[in-house]
């Protein structure tokens, strides 16, 4: 089945600052990448998604690039806030979908 | 975010219990999916449903049972819960297997 690794497990950025979180996964057959934001506590949220026939995507400060070749996905916050703070998934599906263990982000005002 | 519920929301049960975890969801999504979070791990698949009556084995789907007899509704029963089954449970919804997947508030569930 599907296995996805994601990188780093913790990350701390100043705010303003940029972040990358980066994921791989195995099965060259997975379509769809989406990526969650569960802030403590709470429930994972559906933050941007891309599908495999698209390279890019961007929403705001919030973008996703996806590299089929490589079968690695990342995502990039730019001009960060002290509330993009949380813990990051991402995930891939083919017809089930498997999440990576999580990026726990932490901006610095 | 109200569309799916979950009940109930903390649980603290002793091993060999059976014990149920409820979820609820108002848009009509035809898929629901039970996920347990746990650290170091993510998010694993217990069991999802692609209709009423229709349900299907994840990635952890041992010590587990669902059934969804209608379309809002799709409870988890522990049979005979276990330590290793403490964890933070997910119930999720979509229109789709894959895409757009929706998750409720979360059940904390500690087995002693």
């Known amino acids: 089945g599907e296995n996805v690794e994601q990188h780093p497990s913790t990350l701390s950025v100043q705010e303003g600052d940029s972040a990358v979180i980066k994921c791989t996964y195995s099965?060259?057959?997975?379509?769809?990448f989406p990526w969650y934001k569960q802030e403590l506590g709470k429930r994972p949220q559906l933050i941007i998604d891309?599908?495999?026939?698209?390279g890019e995507k961007k929403d705001q400060r919030i973008a996703v690039t996806l590299n089929k070749t490589a079968k690695h996905f990342s995502l990039h916050i730019t001009e960060t806030q002290p509330e993009d703070s949380a813990v990051y998934f991402c995930?891939?599906?083919?017809?089930?979908?498997?999440f990576g263990a999580g990026t726990r982000l932490t901006v610095k005002p | 975010d109200a569309g799916i519920t979950q009940s109930p929301r903390y649980k603290i049960t002793e091993t060999g219990r059976q014990v149920t975890l409820m979820c609820h969801q108002t848009?009509?999504?035809?898929?629901m999916f039970w996920y347990r979070q746990d650290l170091g791990h993510g998010l694993r698949l217990i069991y999802y449903?692609?209709?009423?009556?229709?349900?299907d084995k994840g990635e952890v789907p041992d010590g587990y049972v669902v059934s969804r007899s209608k379309t809002e509704n799709f409870p988890l029963t522990l049979e005979s819960a276990t330590r290793s089954q403490t964890s933070v449970y997910f119930c999720?919804?979509?229109?789709?297997?894959?895409?757009?997947?929706?998750f409720g508030p979360g059940t904390r569930l500690t087995v002693t």
């Open positions: 999720a919804s979509s229109h789709d297997r894959i895409y757009g997947q929706y």
């Open positions: 099965d060259s057959a997975s379509n769809y």
């Open positions: 891309i599908r495999s026939n698209v």
């Open positions: 995930a891939a599906s083919t017809q089930d979908m498997r």
């Open positions: 848009w009509s999504h035809s898929y």
């Open positions: 449903s692609a209709a009423a009556d229709i349900t």
